[in-house]
């Protein structure tokens, strides 16, 4: 133990006598930064009734400091130890300190407000503090704010036990200029004017963990509409008139959609006080689901005629997304954020079936298969995959427990565990899960515990492979043939990486003939399983496997496919296809990504289906910049642009034609195209049938940019034809990074080391993925190795996301050997680096590694 502070707890307990102080340093917590799981548990046991009472007076101007006061009322089963209060300030910031109406020296230290437990009482207690708040998790811009806390930043911005199990009640007040306009959690009780300011009381709020406290205040419309019964409040800030025309009705609608397909699906009402949400320009997520003020990007929920198919759809599922929060995950929370996966997984899984209500199962099989198992391969093929439950010994490295494994990978598992229990039992069990945890806090075990009394299947070992260990089967195959009919027919797997395991789930194969088609059920338990369905029947012109987009895992592929890909009537099954294609290429199993790229550049016109055009065009991107030498890349760019035009004129589909628009935009080099991009940008006249807005015409000037000498000209111009004052800024953020100049990128660059200049994480992240593109590598490798060092720092400062995207954006097409050196120079010289930090490295360099050993001149 420290000896400063032992020495500090020896002063602090002067009473006592020398012989219980040891005892007691002995015996005590050691007073940790962050929230560790030992504080947490012994802060579990012994404290009840948290409530917290705040006022925050918030000035006009962002660079003034907020005054803040707080009550923080709750009860104590014991009195045993230091109480250890979580604030990541200064002690300096606290003005003074009350402990049950005396008041009490500030004591700070690793980020903890240390109360001396005789000033507490078995029972009831209070403290009232004034104070400075922080305001990182406050996002504060010029003319608005909004508080983000989740995982563990309340205690940056007040006083708190900032751990999940403490749920509390909150009643807050607000003092913010008059002009502007305010969302929390409650419903608002009064409001007073004095002057340039008003002060706006909320009613106590519904029981919260401190990671779902927030509030927005700024200059944003303010709109009102019922949501069935309720009333519901949306503030934003779009300009566009015709987004908000198109957007706004929609919102609400979406809305309520979801809360009545939940409210059908669980058995139980909307279980909070309130309804409301804001758009936030730029906003760090998707949106965070803060009950009676979610948190959306603006981008997403604000679309015009423009937008694709695809964007109404993922607008759709983000609503229903946050929505499904409200039962799962903020009416019953994870105990730990090790389980955090656990709100996200049935967020995405219930998200989907309402998809499913709404858009029909069609749409809802493709969607499912399209949005999350490219995701979840992309980081469980890695050498830095994780499982879905994580262990988390301290809440300040919770952010590492996000990604694409607890957002992907868990709804593709959940869904085989709804095949393997049957759609009503596994109902039946998530409803008394709810109902029993309802406004308390519960972990994976004890729901495994409550479904396993609805089935006979072994969930526990089920359990063990799916959700506690990383990693996806490999499938292979064997066909016999006598006389022209299938004499055996036999599946096998094994793991793709380390030790030995079973992956027990369902798929369907299909066997193909000249017009008919087989399907047979897979209940794959063991390591072969042999197809006794097949037996007999006539040899097929070709096997598809995983036809129903159920199975997880890399599948084989029939040769023979290759010549018939484009007839395959299935939507669900091309799309099926296409990933197994682009998995077993990237595998070195079957295509080489040459061959591939010219077998999905003849889908640019066969392939109809809006989201599957989606998926071929990004995977043709993909291998176009990652996966061949650049001396190929030059020679093939004339004839895929060429192709791409082509398709895009013959296509009927308005979406159609923009995705090949975009493609094209993506991956044009030629100076005949240069010369076509630039006239479509700076005359604003599209080609015949695709639909550009503002937007669109700000990434068609970054595109020019990248190629071009000309990039001041062309930004310049283009940030005199945006009005939003939201989007000239981030333009103005970007320009420097898309610089013709090394030397003003390079100052970009140093300057993402100040976290002050990150703290728009959605701009950082697009600046870099412009600074890192394939055209501009040569002179940004330089930048890879201080990224690195910079990780850790950015873990601590960022928000949730940030440090994968922030690697995502730098490594994502690096195609050399010096990319994979560093990564693997830096690993070796830290091999006592954060293993969390590690794996989001290895995960994000997996492109590169495959690379080298793919790409050959």
Request: aromatic share 12%.
């Amino acid at each position: 133990m420290n000896k400063k502070y032992i020495s500090y707890l020896l002063s602090l307990i002067t009473a006592i006598s020398a012989e219980s102080v040891l005892a007691q340093v002995k015996s005590a917590l050691p007073v940790e930064t962050g929230v560790s799981l030992k504080l947490a548990e012994y802060r579990h046991s012994v404290i009840t009734n948290v409530k917290y009472d705040l006022n925050f007076l918030i000035p006009a101007d962002k660079t003034a400091l907020l005054k803040a006061s707080e009550s923080l009322t709750f009860s104590i089963k014991s009195n045993i130890q230091l109480l250890q209060i979580d604030f990541k300030q200064p002690a300096e910031r606290i003005s003074s300190l009350w402990v049950n109406g005396k008041r009490a020296d500030v004591n700070m230290w690793n980020e903890h407000l240390l109360i001396d437990q005789r000033l507490l009482h078995v029972g009831n207690n209070k403290i009232d503090i004034q104070f400075l708040t922080g305001d990182q998790t406050l996002n504060r811009n010029s003319d608005y704010l909004y508080e983000l806390n989740v995982p563990d930043r309340a205690r940056t911005v007040f006083p708190c036990f900032d751990q999940p199990d403490l749920k509390a009640i909150f009643t807050l007040t607000l003092t913010v200029p008059n002009e502007w306009n305010v969302l929390a959690n409650a419903t608002v009780k009064d409001s007073s004017k004095v002057a340039d300011q008003k002060t706006i009381r909320f009613n106590p709020s519904d029981k919260l963990s401190t990671y779902l406290f927030s509030f927005a205040a700024g200059q944003f419309k303010a709109v009102t509409q019922n949501v069935g019964k309720r009333k519901a409040a949306f503030l934003y800030r779009e300009t566009d008139q015709k987004k908000i025309k198109l957007s706004v009705d929609s919102v609400f609608i979406a809305h309520e959609h979801a809360i009545n397909f939940l409210e059908q699906w669980t058995g139980i009402p909307f279980p909070f006080q309130k309804i409301g949400f804001v758009a936030i320009p730029d906003f760090q997520f998707g949106g965070m689901e803060h009950p009676g003020e979610v948190q959306y990007q603006s981008s997403t929920l604000f679309l015009d005629d423009a937008a694709t198919k695809d964007r109404f759809i993922s607008r759709n599922n983000l609503i229903s997304h946050e929505t499904a929060h409200m039962w799962f995950g903020d009416l019953v929370t994870m105990r730990w954020f090790n389980d955090v996966w656990m709100k996200e997984v049935f967020a995405n899984f219930m998200a989907d079936k309402v998809t499913e209500k709404v858009m029909g199962p069609e749409t809802f099989g493709l969607k499912f298969l399209q949005d999350h198992y490219p995701a979840a391969y992309g980081i469980d093929r890695t050498e830095g995959a994780n499982p879905i439950r994580q262990q988390l010994d301290n809440l300040k490295d919770a952010g590492s427990m996000y990604g694409n494994i607890i957002y992907h990978k868990a709804p593709i598992m959940m869904r085989q565990l709804e095949l393997l229990m049957g759609k009503e039992k596994f109902r039946q069990g998530i409803q008394e899960y709810l109902k029993k945890y309802a406004y308390g806090n519960a972990t994976w075990p004890d729901l495994i515990a409550i479904l396993s009394k609805h089935t006979t299947a072994n969930l526990y070992q089920w359990n063990k492979v799916w959700v506690n260990q990383p990693g996806r089967p490999v499938f292979d195959y064997d066909v016999d043939y006598a006389n022209d009919k299938i004499s055996g027919f036999t599946i096998s797997q094994k793991p793709e990486y380390g030790e030995k395991r079973l992956w027990s789930q369902f798929f369907n194969i299909a066997l193909v003939y000249p017009g008919e088609v087989k399907e047979i059920t897979v209940n794959m338990t063991t390591e072969k399983a042999e197809l006794k369905q097949a037996i007999g029947l006539a040899k097929p012109l070709f096997i598809l496997f995983n036809t129903n987009g159920i199975g997880y895992g890399v599948f084989p592929v029939d040769k023979n496919i290759s010549g018939s890909l484009y007839t395959i009537k299935s939507p669900l099954q091309r799309a099926s296809l296409y990933i197994s294609m682009y998995e077993n290429m990237l595998s070195e199993r079957y295509f080489k990504p040459n061959d591939l790229l010219t077998l999905f550049t003849e889908g640019l016109q066969n392939e109809k289906e809006e989201t599957n055009l989606r998926l071929l065009t990004g995977y043709i991107s993909n291998m176009y910049w990652t996966f061949i030498t650049k001396s190929a890349r030059e020679k093939l760019s004339p004839a895929l642009e060429s192709k791409l035009w082509q398709a895009m004129e013959n296509q009927t589909a308005t979406n159609n034609k923009k995705i090949l628009f975009s493609t094209y935009q993506n991956v044009y080099l030629s100076p005949q195209a240069s010369a076509n991009m630039y006239q479509i940008w700076k005359t604003q006249q599209a080609p015949t049938g695709v639909k550009l807005n503002e937007d669109d015409y700000t990434g068609l000037a970054l595109s020019i940019a990248l190629r071009s000498d000309t990039v001041t000209n062309v930004l310049t111009e283009q940030m005199q034809r945006i009005s939003n004052p939201d989007r000239k800024k981030r333009l103005e953020f970007l320009m420097p990074a898309l610089s013709s100049k090394t030397a003003e990128r390079d100052a970009f660059f140093n300057g993402l080391q100040d976290k002050k200049n990150r703290a728009k994480e959605a701009w950082v992240t697009a600046a870099l993925s412009y600074l890192h593109h394939p055209l501009r590598q040569q002179t940004s490798e330089k930048y890879l190795p201080k990224s690195l060092e910079l990780l850790e720092e950015i873990q601590q400062t960022g928000d949730i996301f940030f440090p994968q995207n922030w690697l995502n954006a730098i490594w994502g097409n690096y195609q050399d050997q010096y990319a994979v050196d560093v990564v693997r120079d830096f690993l070796k010289k830290h091999p006592d680096y954060n293993p969390k930090l590690k794996a989001k490295i290895l995960q994000a360099a997996d492109n590169s590694f495959r690379a080298v050993k793919l790409v050959k001149e």
